[in-house]
Each structure stands twice: as structure tokens, then as C-alpha cells.
């Protein structure tokens, strides 16, 4: 029992710790919001898209897409999505925090902490799978994303302004490049392939740190009954649905434990900025993104260590 729960904090605290160490360099006020939000869009627009694409182009596919797991991620997802549009309408009348509170049940930070908690926890060979699902999942999540905060500010949905916001998502593009190197499988040459596994490496440790940086504690005085709602239901429920269901249906290692992040870890980062540019409540959004990641800590642990000492991986 000790030996798994070992396993667990060594497979989330160093990623805290990147965020603790962000925190810190917020207090001693190495860098101002302007240069923290330069930065962010530096991260999300210049090196995730190449980690997307390094970590697809390198990766050996050869047993990694299974269409079963796939969909059941897939519909698992809408479930989630579902039973927060249910909770939402039932416990909140204003609108304007309806689509925050849905975004923050139903959108994990699965691009920031799914890679390097997985690498931690089930080593190199879960980086392949891994990026696969983050390619399927982040153009559902954006797609769920506009059109709840689209129909919770009243607006008017187009197709067109939907796909745009997914064509031209960073990470979908370094995702499709990927996929598409890989596919015909490109050679790039090592004055290349050099910088840009030195950039992925780099990624997630400088977003991890800036997510820390960026912190906002003041968030997390006001809209409590709405952030409890969403913790509980980020943190525990969402994830305790899909391990549940994956394990009764007879998901084990890589695939059971990927679950975990897909559905348990704490509020996309990007859920923050898309409130605030479509009229939904950031404030509470910024304090679902606060309170999760804090105590993700716990309950990753938790679920890590549970289907550890499962024997599920």
C-alpha cells in the first residue's frame, strides 16, 4: 500500500512543484501581467503547437490508435458535458455564470497536465497514446467551449465562426502537422528535429510555471457555492465516472490511468481567457481554475493510488 501511494505523489508532485515555484516567482515580482500574459501567448501559440507536433512526429504509433478507446473517451466526455448542463441549469439562474461553471466541470487542463503526469507515471512509452487523445479531445472541448458560452450570453451561433475557432487553434494545427508527418513519414533533418524536441521538453515546464504565476486568490472569496459545484464535479464526479466505467468495462494501464488526467485533472487554463472574451464570469472561472489545481493534488493522488492498489496498472 505505501510502495503505491510512493508512486502516485512521485507522479504528481514534481508537477506541483512547477507550479508552487511560479507562485513564488509571482511574489517576488520577477514579472509584471504584462510580461506573464506575453509569455502565456508564447507558450500556447509558439511551443505547444511544436511540442503537439514533435511528440506526434517521434512517436511510434504501432498499436497506440484503438478506435474502441477512442469513442469511449469520446462519449464519456458528452456525458460529462451533459450531467454539467444539467447541474448547472438546476443550481445556477444567471446566465452569466452558467457557461464558466459548465466549462469548469466538463474542461480538464489536459494539454498542461496530461503529458508530463503521464510521462512521471507510466514513462515514455504513454507520450505516444497520450498526445493522440489530447489531438481528439481539445477540438471537442473548443467546440463545447463556443457554443455554451456563445448560448449563455445570448448570441448567435455560426458554423462558421465554430469551425474558424477550431481551425486555427494552435495546438489543433501542430496536432494536424503532426498527424501528417507522420503519416507520410517525414524525415525531418536534425537541425530540425534538434531544437524542436529541445522546445517540447521545454513546454510544459515554462506553462506550468506561468500557470502558477498567474494565480489570482481574491477569485476565490466570492462565487463559493459555484465553485464548490465545480470542484467536486471537475475533481471527483467527471473522474469517477469514466474510471468507473472504464474499469467495469475492462480498461487497464496506460489506457485506465490516462483517464485519470483526461477527466480529473483541474480547469483548462484557457477556459479563464475564453470567459472573459465572451461575456461569461471569469472571476469564477479564475477561481474554478484556482481551487482545482490545488487540490487536483489530492485527488490525483487519490485516484492514482486507488487503481494502484486495484492491481488496474
Not at 155 to 183: C, D, E, F, Y
Not at 260 to 276: D, E, K, L
Amino acid at each position: 500500500m505505501l510502495s503505491n501511494f510512493i508512486i502516485a505523489v512521485k507522479a504528481v508532485i514534481p508537477t506541483f512543484l512547477l507550479i508552487l515555484l511560479g507562485m513564488g516567482g509571482r511574489q517576488f515580482h520577477i514579472m509584471t501581467d504584462t510580461e506573464l500574459n506575453h509569455a502565456n501567448k508564447a507558450v500556447f501559440e509558439i511551443m505547444f503547437p511544436i511540442m503537439m507536433f514533435y511528440n506526434i512526429y517521434s512517436a511510434d504509433f504501432s498499436g497506440v490508435i484503438i478506435p474502441r478507446y477512442i469513442a469511449f473517451c469520446v462519449v464519456m466526455l458528452f456525458i460529462v458535458y451533459g450531467l454539467g448542463v444539467v447541474v448547472t441549469l438546476l443550481t445556477e439562474k444567471e446566465n452569466y455564470n452558467r457557461g464558466a461553471l459548465i466549462q469548469a466541470i466538463y474542461r480538464s487542463n489536459f494539454v498542461l497536465m496530461g503529458i508530463p503526469i503521464m510521462k512521471n507515471l507510466m514513462g515514455e512509452e504513454a507520450l505516444g497514446l497520450t498526445t493522440i487523445m489530447v489531438a481528439f479531445i481539445i477540438p471537442i472541448y473548443n467546440t463545447l467551449a463556443v457554443v455554451t458560452l456563445e448560448v449563455f450570453r445570448g448570441g448567435t451561433l455560426h458554423v462558421s465562426t465554430i469551425l474558424k475557432r477550431i481551425i486555427t487553434n494552435p495546438m489543433i494545427l501542430g496536432a494536424g502537422a503532426g498527424l501528417i508527418a507522420a503519416g507520410f513519414r517525414l524525415q525531418l533533418p536534425a537541425i530540425l528535429a534538434t531544437p524542436m524536441s529541445q522546445v517540447s521538453s521545454a513546454a510544459s515546464t515554462i506553462a506550468l510555471m506561468i500557470m502558477g504565476a498567474t494565480f489570482r486568490l481574491g477569485s476565490i472569496r466570492e462565487n463559493s457555492k459555484n465553485l464548490v459545484i465545480g470542484a467536486v464535479g471537475k475533481l471527483i464526479v467527471s473522474p469517477g465516472l469514466a474510471l468507473t466505467a472504464g474499469y467495469l468495462l475492462g480498461l487497464r494501464d496506460l489506457q485506465l490511468a490516462l483517464l485519470i488526467i483526461m477527466f480529473g485533472a483541474p480547469c483548462a487554463v484557457s477556459g479563464y481567457t475564453m470567459a472573459q472574451q465572451m461575456d461569461s464570469n471569469g472571476e469564477l472561472a479564475a477561481g474554478c481554475l484556482i481551487i482545482t489545481s490545488l487540490l487536483s493534488c489530492i485527488t490525483i493522488c487519490g485516484w492514482i493510488f486507488l487503481f494502484k492498489q486495484l492491481g488496474a496498472f
